[in-house]
């Protein structure tokens, strides 16, 4: 953006002989003079001007996550870093003596006109005010030689009279220009914000909608002044890492600061789309509106741009750029392929291999094992493929207590084979541990042809594994125990046995073990032919009901 803005400049040049006024130094103030006596106008030249200059303002949502109007604070945000970009004084002076532009239906070329009323309003004053210090002079001039009588008293009445009302006109202008100056509009819309009664109402949203037309029509005053456009770009991180209600706030603050076809603001949203969709779509107050978290974004957002794979010579300079071992940044190795796109992941490997190869040096004092590169190629895969290395894990420490644990020198990728089908089957109980995983087909050709790392070196570098949560293995190991327990069988009753037993007897050649509620054959024939019917006979006689 900034060369574009650059290579505009250069050709606006070219075209006109108008230079670009500026907004410091011996331009301060110029721009103080224009804000007083005289009123911008829209041109028809002014509408052609291509160059453009950017303001850029950076938006963290995290600094203000634990606020209830998260949007609020982008609002200050905005307000504080045009104030300082631009100085407390211009806005200040804008806001009290500053008029909106105006565009003229003769299509007039010139782009400034005098304040008359401005002008003569300070004209008046100051000339009330120097008749009042002349007539003050008079009168004491006068008493000084002793021809103080009624003249002096009158002249000495319309003397005060004339000061007061035009010294208080100028204070009142002062002050209030003082008073814009030290309470800016960061601490109006907080004093609003800290009314709850108040930030209930609809009101609140109208008040900081006047707030941010004058700033957008400050910004437009610049443009003609400066004799080029001003863009603001709000740069917003962290929205996906706050609560859902505050994203809707945030995302309802942009609709509105661009409500206004003319608001010269741009909102770069840096994002994850899954985790902003989920939060739209957990929202309470989106509901209808937002039940599909993708269309609304797609409705908001004007241009979607999705960061690109990272280039092989980008990913090495970063790599080396971060002071990494020399293997994670050799283009002849094979292991940089498997460092993720994603900066913070890759900051987070290149974090972890120091201590990691400290742990397995310190480890080799007593032992031998696994090589430095084994080590930083073993934070990569505990990094890249977190659910799946615990599964082996796992895996190896139930063969261990069964005693049947595989062989130091079978390859951690034959153990995965061998239990990927049980793996399978607790995709649902495992979903959101599964997410963590990268390609898996990576996973295959990491451990299956690259890194064939054994069942010994495995056990080697877990003693030295600092990137690798515990708790994925401790939660498979309960899954995996659960799912080996087998139901128990349903309780013996001797009453509801007899008459099967007393019918199993006429057909004996038939029984089988499986019939016996015991699982064995003699609980089908071990029964005498009196226990056929079971009578009841102190209640008339009935049959009794089997229990």
Request: charged share 20%; glycine share 8%.
């Amino acid at each position: 953006m900034e060369q574009e803005a650059a290579q505009r400049e250069s050709e606006e040049l070219q075209r006109v002989q108008w230079r670009p006024r500026r907004v410091r130094g011996w331009g301060y103030p110029q721009l103080l003079w224009y804000l007083v006596f005289l009123q911008p106008i829209i041109t028809e030249v002014h509408l052609r001007r291509k160059n453009v200059q950017f303001l850029f303002i950076r938006f963290s949502a995290w600094h203000y996550a634990g606020t209830d109007k998260l949007w609020a604070g982008l609002v200050t945000t905005l307000c504080e870093g045009i104030r300082h970009h631009y100085g407390a004084l211009p806005f200040s002076v804008y806001s009290v003596l500053g008029n909106k532009p105006t565009t003229r239906p003769d299509f007039c070329q010139r782009e400034w006109h005098c304040r008359r009323r401005v002008c003569l309003a300070l004209v008046a004053l100051l000339a009330a005010l120097s008749l009042g210090v002349g007539l003050l002079y008079l009168s004491l001039g006068g008493q000084a030689l002793g021809h103080s009588g009624a003249s002096g008293s009158l002249l000495r009445v319309f003397g005060g009279a004339a000061t007061t009302l035009s010294g208080s006109g100028l204070l009142m202008a002062v002050y209030s220009v003082g008073k814009h100056l030290f309470v800016s509009q960061r601490k109006k819309i907080e004093r609003l914000v800290s009314r709850e009664k108040f930030g209930s109402q609809l009101g609140f949203m109208c008040e900081v909608k006047k707030e941010v037309e004058l700033l957008t029509d400050f910004l437009c005053f610049l443009e003609i002044y400066q004799r080029r456009r001003l863009r603001v770009v709000l740069e917003v991180t962290g929205l996906d890492t706050c609560y859902p209600e505050r994203v809707v706030g945030v995302l309802n603050a942009i609709n509105t600061l661009l409500s206004d076809s003319h608001a010269p603001f741009i909102f770069i949203l840096v994002v994850d789309p899954s985790i902003l969709a989920a939060c739209l779509e957990s929202a309470g107050s989106m509901k209808g509106t937002a039940d599909n978290g993708y269309h609304f974004l797609n409705r908001t957002v004007t241009l979607p741009f999705s960061v690109p794979i990272m280039g092989r010579r980008t990913k090495l300079q970063f790599l080396h750029d971060a002071e990494a071992l020399f293997c994670l940044h050799d283009e002849r190795d094979c292991l940089y392929e498997y460092v993720p796109d994603n900066v913070v992941s890759m900051r987070r490997i290149v974090n972890t291999v120091p201590i990691t190869v400290r742990l397995l040096q310190q480890q080799q004092r007593d032992f031998g094992g696994p090589t430095p590169r084994q080590a930083v190629a073993w934070v990569g895969l505990a990094n890249q493929w977190p659910c799946r290395l615990s599964w082996v894990l796992q895996c190896l420490e139930d063969g261990q207590q069964a005693g049947g644990a595989p062989e130091g020198r079978t390859r951690l990728w034959d153990v995965f084979c061998d239990n990927s089908r049980e793996l399978h089957t607790m995709t649902k109980a495992l979903q959101n541990v599964l997410d963590l995983d990268g390609d898996p087909e990576l996973f295959e050709r990491f451990l299956g042809a690259d890194f064939p790392f054994t069942v010994a070196e495995a056990q080697s570098l877990l003693r030295c594994t600092v990137n690798l949560d515990h708790s994925i293995r401790r939660r498979m190991g309960l899954i995996r125990a659960v799912s080996t327990l087998k139901p128990p069988s349903p309780p013996k009753s001797p009453a509801g046995d007899a008459p099967r037993a007393a019918s199993g007897s006429s057909h004996a050649h038939r029984a089988s073990p499986a019939h016996a509620p015991g699982g064995s054959l003699s609980g089908c024939t071990g029964h005498s032919h009196e226990a056929h019917h079971p009578r009841n006979w102190v209640h008339g006689g009935k049959p009794k009901p089997p229990a």
